[in-house]
């Protein structure tokens, strides 16, 4: 697959669309809104056609509810110079159920740790799935070959899937722009609820999130809700790769930064430096949302006063607060306790001259907000969570008159990138109060030196990268999607594997035991080789022509018994062990097995807490077979004893885990059956090789052989074996076949 260099066009989903449409004597026209993610894809849109950039070949669409949409229909061209816009049609009352109830009442303060403030309600999920079936069917109807679709927040967790079922082959993409909680928060969720989203979600080719936890905790939700396989930060679905990745969203760094010279700021600035009179001055600007965490600043900034008297008089808080969602109960009450506390502090610690905060209610122009971020000492970010915190960088890339001091809350994504600012707890106030007190007094030079590292790295990481690091990614996956792609052999290919055996004079054969050639028992040693199965295997292994390697994760003694009195090559313990046909076993590698003293005890404990599990013990390596417990009892210690291991290889080198069909064995770390067949293969030997594998542990084996290579997976997993074939018989039919055909 040739590597995709551009865009054909770029469809965004995302709930809202990112103007208010207005009625024209000549038809619609959209007004720009505001907002994080509008400014990002805005920014990028202007950059694309500013450079003439051609990675994205046409405009970019953009599918959304619009404000007044029942004056809006298909048939209304809608003018705008940045994007084409579809807009998405939801009733007004399925929308306050949707948005109002399961976005805003459920998954947005859950997945910001407000747990108690969740509502649950069957009809808000309805209206949910409703939704984003509407979003589903909109975009169908305009979705061309070579669309790439991006798909944006947690009001389209469905979408993904939703689309995928329609349009298998179309790229998506999702970024969700708020934090990804714990699977301890997500677990709050009604079974069928966390199923459908996490499926939703794994319809994407690639998921992006802020950073490396939100990505975390998402696997750790996906491994606790699916069975699929997890591999460091690859999903292996029924018939693709998922990706789940961070990806920091940035801001137009120039935009920012330059406006802090522009006239207009200027301006601003000589107004507010005048009212300032040589007071310090602390800022601070969110939306109003409990999540912002704006009644704890309010506390923290109380404790400073009290502490510190000595800056009263000389320090003012411009405290801004941006109306948002202020119809909703539990924000006009926050509003009211918000305005109290201000009073109170104001009244308490004011004189006739002197107010310490500045309260506004209102949402600032641009040049206001570079002018306030500019000009002020400090900036005081401290949500209690937020997905990455946009304001933050924005502080940072308008330092450029007057350096300040950013304080931020840990509890932010941005808190990864800006390691330089104070970080803080914005539950502490103490805490607050004393890191106040630190920035109001910063040497010049310590301010300046924090602040160079952070402006580099939003300089370099900034918006544009953001979008293009999360395309490019996108094209890898797609990529590795394609190496891994399931084909099903078909006759045609079958036909062409028995031509390609019978004109072959050195043929190698790799066949791996359980799963391949021998269905799972319930106990290990029960899965014996059936009668008719070994007249295979011996009809092939007499040929002069072939070499039979059997590769298992077996011990020796028990592939002695099974192939006894058969000229084939074993392999014991994946690679462990090898045993050339007519000669006796040797061992590969000499190692110290002394961690196996750790491993044995955790096994254990894990056997005493897991009904039906049992341990295998083998020379190299010691296995926890599960596949007699109850399945659900087991995914879940399988998850802790992951875990635990995990933690235990960080530390260590000298084992390394390996996951089969229902059983985790740790093993020494030197070895695996790639490293075994690349000892039996002579170079340039065999004009035939053929492999053929079920699990894991044999894509190390399909992943060596040369590219000419049969290989075949059992099963559908996605694989780097060529074909997968459905079932045991049907590879034992085709191996039948090569030994009928010479
Ligand atoms: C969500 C996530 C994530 C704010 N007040 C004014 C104003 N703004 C602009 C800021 C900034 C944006 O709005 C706010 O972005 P944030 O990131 O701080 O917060 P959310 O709106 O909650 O955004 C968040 C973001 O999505 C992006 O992924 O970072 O975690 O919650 O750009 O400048 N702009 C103007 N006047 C204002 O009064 N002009």
Sequence with gaps: MEKITHIERLVIAAYRLPFKITKTKKGYRAVQNSGGLVSAILALSENLQKTKNEFINSKIVWAGIGDNLPEVTFTNKIENEHFDIIPVEIPQRTNELFYGGFCNDLLWPLFHYFPTYCVFDDAYYEAYQDANARFCDELIKIIKPGDFIWIHDYQLLLLPEMLRQRAPDVTIGFFLHIPFPSFELFRLLPREWRKAIINGMLGADLLGFHINDYAQHFIKCVKRTTSFECRQNIIYTHHKLVKAEAFPIGIDFEKFNSACLSKKTVTVKLKVKKILSGQKLIFSVDRLDYSKGLLSRLAGYEVFLEKYPQWHGKVMFNFVVVPSRDHIKKYKEMKKEIESMVGRINGKYSSLSWRPIVYQYKSLSFNELVALYDLSDVGLITPLRDGMNLVAKEYVACQVTNEGVLILSEMAGAADELSEAILINPFDHNEMAEVIAKALTMNPTEKHERLEKMKHRIMQYNVFTWAFDFFNQTFDIKKQQHTMATTFIEDVITKQIVSDYKKAQHRTLFLDYDGTLVPFAKLPELATIHQNTLKVIRQLSIDQKNQ???????????????????????????????????????????????????????????????????????????????????????????????????????????????????????????????????????????????????????????????????????????????????????????????????
């Design 548 to 742: 039979i390697i059997i590769i298992s994760g077996r011990d020796k003694e028990f592939l002695d018994q099974q192939f006894a009195n058969t000229n084939v090559t074993l392999v014991a313990e994946h690679g462990y062990f090898i045993k050339v046909a007519g000669k006796e076993w040797e061992s590969t590698i000499k190692s110290d097995m002394a961690w196996k003293e750790t491993i044995r005890p955790i096994l254990t404990e894990f056997v005493d807490r897991c009904n039906g599990t049992f341990i295998e013990e083998k020379t190299g390596s010691l296995a926890w077979h599960y596949r007699n417990a109850n399945s659900e009892n087991a995914k879940v210690r399988l998850h802790e004893l992951r875990d635990r291991l995990a933690e235990l290889i960080r530390h260590k080198t000298d084992f390394e885990i390996l996951e089969g069909h229902k059983v985790l064995e740790i093993k020494s770390g030197r070895y695996d059956k790639g490293e075994a067949a690349k000892s039996l293969l002579k170079p340039n030997h065999s004009d035939f090789i053929f492999a053929a594998g079920d699990d894991r542990t044999d894509e190390f084996l399909f992943k060596i052989l040369p590219e000419n290579t049969y290989t075949i997976r059992i099963g559908s997993s996605p694989s780097l074996a060529k074909y997968n074939i459905t079932s045991i018989p049907l590879l034992l039919k085709l191996l039948k076949e090569l030994a009928a055909s010479v």
